[in-house]
């Protein structure tokens, strides 16, 4: 009935409408859609980033993207939301009350430094250095995850799980981990029985893990 594939480009305008169907209330969809299939780019055409999806007939109808950190410091989040910083900013500018937005306020020095850049004409201020000096374990992020509203709980969540092992392992890693919001009990519990385990938790983020 499915069939897994690995994005490219060209379904990133598809993905991008099947993240927002799945989360029509979250910060990246208030951003826009453009925002959505940059953000989900930033997974395509590198080595330690993946995002594949899953198609019931000709219709993407789920998704998964991963990402093994390389150094001190590199993050998911952020490298997301700098990858698709334009699209971010159009969004905001769009509707300006998001600028005040809690989820935002994370991002301020990054944004500032994009706007510097934009009027200085800089090219470095939206860069990261590495920190080697500090070794990073080898662990397999689970980033994105997202399952149609129509294809719940017709097995697309086992699927897009089991798929994201399997590239974690492809890729010689073993350990795997995940963040999700404490009040998602419902993920939290789909997590559980897949043979994930609770690393920690606060009023924050329950981290996950699971060795495969």
């Not at 989900?40 to 330690?48: A, E, K, Q, Y």
């Not at 093994?68 to 769009?94: C, N, W, Y």
Request: aromatic share 12%.
């Amino acid at each position: 009935m499915y069939q897994t594939s690995q994005s490219l480009a060209q379904d990133l305008p598809e993905l991008a409408a099947c993240q927002v169907a799945c989360f029509p209330g979250s910060f990246a969809t208030k951003l826009g859609n453009a925002y959505v299939a940059q953000s989900l780019g930033w997974f395509i055409g590198t080595d330690n980033r993946f995002l594949f999806h899953i198609k019931a007939g000709s219709r993407i109808v789920g998704y998964c993207g991963g990402f093994i950190p390389q150094f001190a410091g590199d993050g998911s989040t952020s490298g997301m939301m700098r990858f698709a910083m334009k699209e971010a900013f159009t969004g905001m500018l769009k509707r300006p009350w998001l600028f005040f937005s809690k989820e935002i306020r994370p991002y301020y020095p990054l944004i500032l430094k994009n706007v510097y850049r934009k009027i200085s004409g800089s090219s470095s201020a939206n860069t990261v250095s590495p920190d080697t000096s500090r070794p990073v374990e080898k662990r397999c992020g689970l980033v994105v995850i997202g399952v149609h509203p129509d294809y719940r709980g017709t097995g697309c969540f086992d699927i897009l799980m089991l798929e994201f092992e399997r590239q974690a392992m492809e890729r010689g890693i073993q350990q795997l981990t995940l963040s999700v919001k404490p009040t998602n009990g419902r993920a939290i519990a789909a997590y559980k029985k897949c043979g994930w385990m609770i690393n920690r938790e606060d009023d924050k983020a329950v981290e996950m893990w699971k060795e495969v």
